[in-house]
């Protein structure tokens, strides 16, 4: 035996890795990942299989790490990488350097590209983000009417029950399929151009990722990042997170959380107004009474100042008094127009479902005039041949019976003659 044939076992696996690398070095491997995981923020391992076989990939330098939230187990992509052992075991893998999602994965690829386009250009920046820092008096709601969920209709009864003043303006757009983005663009330019709107919302339900794909569209990103006014995303349930989402001025986990943050709680703006108020009192009256207590108590010194600095100081505190006393009029006459706008709501409500029932009550009554049945109370009666109403004597035989109903009862009777 010649000891030159012979190798160590590390020998053996360096050898077979460089031999592989050689003849392997840019190649594509198509396949379905399983068993993913990654590592240190950095590393990715996966064994990439197909029906009848399978191989282990790893990746060290972090280049697919970026695709961590697009990779499952199960998703079928192409790897590009080298063959070589992994020498401490004796196993041979495939280095990968980048990958190819397929299917499904295409579209995570295409939005994952998008996103970073955008991102680099700066349309996600905190700072270029407008704040709602008042209360809306009117939102313009950009769905499809056509198609409306249950998380759209939440969303508009939650706004009510939050805020009943507000006014809700919709424009009925395409949200999902072709050429949806176009007419939610068209929305968006539409609301910019309405002087009485304060934000815009776009909103629809949950759905596929290719349903909410018009979400993900660069043109319709854009054209939101360039709106004049405050653009509020509620699109899906939560983890449906779009571009949109991350573009849009607020963004909404759901449609119902939109509107939580939009308009506050109208029940719970009354009462912080009446603390409020309150508290001016109270701190008013605590005022006065420790500058009287002052006065008081310091009456021998004060009284050696001159009456001209006590007039002054008692004029002071008298026209503080009166500022003091002229604020709390002003809150109360707001809690007063408030109270007189939500009665003017309440009242315009039950106004409008008396209008509806007086509307109804009247239909009613010309439906029961025209019914023939009671026209055989003023003297009219119906008579029938063979169960057929008549209308003329044409068909009328001598002889002939027929049935006429009167108002109470009928008759039978026999033709016994007929005048044209």
């Not at 187990?73 to 790897?79: K, P, Q, R, S, W």
């Not at 709602?132 to 009117?138: A, K, Q, V």
């Not at 963004?251 to 912080?272: C, G, K, M, R, S």
Request: with cysteine.
């Amino acid at each position: 035996m010649d000891e030159k044939n012979i190798f160590t076992v590390k020998q053996i696996n360096s050898l077979s890795s460089q031999i592989l690398r050689e003849t392997f070095s840019n190649i594509y491997i198509r396949g379905e990942i399983s068993g993913l995981s990654h590592r240190d923020e950095r590393w990715t391992f996966f064994d990439l299989k197909d029906e009848d076989s399978i191989i282990k990939c790893v990746n060290f330098s972090g280049s697919i790490y970026k695709y961590k939230d697009i990779l499952s187990d199960g998703m079928e992509i192409i790897v590009n990488g080298y063959l070589n052992v992994y020498e401490k075991r004796g196993t041979y893998q495939c280095n990968i350097e980048d990958i190819i999602v397929l299917g499904n994965g295409e579209i995570y690829q295409k939005i994952e590209e998008i996103k970073a386009k955008l991102l680099k250009e700066g349309l996600f920046n905190e700072e270029n983000k407008k704040s709602l820092g008042y209360i809306p008096e009117s939102v313009g709601v950009i769905t499809s009417l056509e198609d409306s969920s249950m998380a759209y209709k939440d969303f508009i009864k939650t706004l009510h029950q939050r805020f009943p003043p507000i006014d809700i303006y919709l424009y009925d757009a395409k949200v999902q399929g072709i050429n949806a983005e176009k007419t939610i663009i068209e929305g968006i330019k539409y609301f910019n151009n309405q002087d009485n709107i304060d934000l815009i919302v776009i909103t629809r339900g949950g759905g596929s990722i290719e349903d909410l794909m018009p979400f993900n569209s660069e043109e319709l990103v854009r054209e939101i990042y360039k709106s004049k006014k405050i653009i509020v995303s509620a699109i899906g349930h939560e983890g449906n997170t779009s571009i949109s989402d991350l573009v849009s001025d607020i963004y909404a986990f759901t449609p119902t959380h939109a509107a939580t943050l939009i308009v506050p709680d109208h029940n719970e703006l009354y009462n912080y107004f009446n603390k409020t108020l309150m508290k001016i009192v109270q701190n008013s009256e605590l005022i006065i009474d420790s500058k009287i207590y002052y006065l008081e108590s310091n009456y021998n010194s004060i009284k050696q100042i001159s009456e001209y600095r006590i007039e002054q100081k008692i004029q002071f505190l008298k026209e503080g008094l009166f500022m003091l006393k002229e604020k709390a009029l002003s809150i109360l006459s707001l809690k007063e127009n408030f109270d007189y706008k939500m009665k003017a709501i309440l009242d315009k409500v039950k106004n409008r479902e008396e209008n509806k029932k007086n509307e109804l009550k009247g239909k009613m009554k010309l439906i029961e005039s025209y019914n023939p049945i009671n026209l055989l109370s003023k003297g009219y009666s119906i008579v029938y041949k063979n169960g057929k109403i008549l209308k003329d004597i044409e068909s009328l035989n001598i002889n002939d019976i027929i049935k006429i109903r009167l108002s109470k009862g009928t008759l039978k009777s026999k033709i016994i003659g007929k005048n044209e």
